[in-house]
């Protein structure tokens, strides 16, 4: 389990929580290298009055994630959430509707308590055949388009894809791919802070 908080020596006013799995807690990799430390190094020197907090846990799944929302929301009260989880229960071929809900119930919990949250895309490999996969990819545009959130599509699309961007084990971004990653939430974020 990997839960690393990023304090800035900023008001508390707008904490941002990353609520997600290796992918965001830098599985394989030094933690500095990872997006979600280059975020908030990039926020540090670029805006006032944030907090990022990485809540993400390697191995997470989406009911793991929905099991624990309510406590991360009330101990840190973000303003945004990025969330940034399904890839665990795709790479198992847990049931689509399963993912589906447990995500909706972190957005949903989210939502009701004021907090924006910006939904991260997945693909998977094709393991499971294409229906599969592709029924898990679209989950996250139908939560997206469903709740109005803030969306950044299939966020690890080029680490799938170029294999230079991955670690050996053909699943995790390295440091490039941590910096692609980084790059398409921070196009995001920057609009909405």
């Not at 933690?31 to 809540?55: F, H, P, Q, Y």
């Not at 049931?95 to 910006?118: A, F, G, K, Y």
């Amino acid at each position: 389990m990997i839960l690393s908080v990023f304090h800035q020596t900023f008001s508390q006013n707008k904490n941002i929580i990353v609520f997600g799995d290796s992918i965001s807690a830098a599985y394989g990799i030094d933690s500095s290298k990872g997006w979600v430390n280059i975020l908030r190094e990039r926020l540090a020197d670029n805006t006032e009055d944030v907090t990022i907090i990485n809540a993400s846990v390697s191995g997470e799944t989406s009911k793991g994630g929905a099991a624990r929302i309510n406590s991360v929301l009330q101990k840190f009260k973000p303003k945004i959430l990025i969330l940034e989880l399904g890839g665990n229960d795709g790479l198992r071929g847990y049931p689509i509707s399963d993912i589906s809900s447990n995500l909706e119930t972190i957005i949903s919990t989210s939502l009701s308590q004021n907090t924006r949250v910006v939904l991260m895309g997945m693909i998977i490999p094709p393991n499971y055949g294409i229906r599969y996969s592709s029924a898990f990819s679209a989950i996250f545009p139908k939560l997206a388009s469903k709740y109005q959130l803030q969306y950044i599509p299939i966020q690890i699309e080029g680490t799938l894809t170029d294999k230079t961007l991955l670690q050996a084990d053909g699943i995790h971004p390295n440091e490039k791919g941590q910096m692609v990653i980084f790059e398409k939430v921070y196009g995001v974020l920057a609009d909405m802070i």
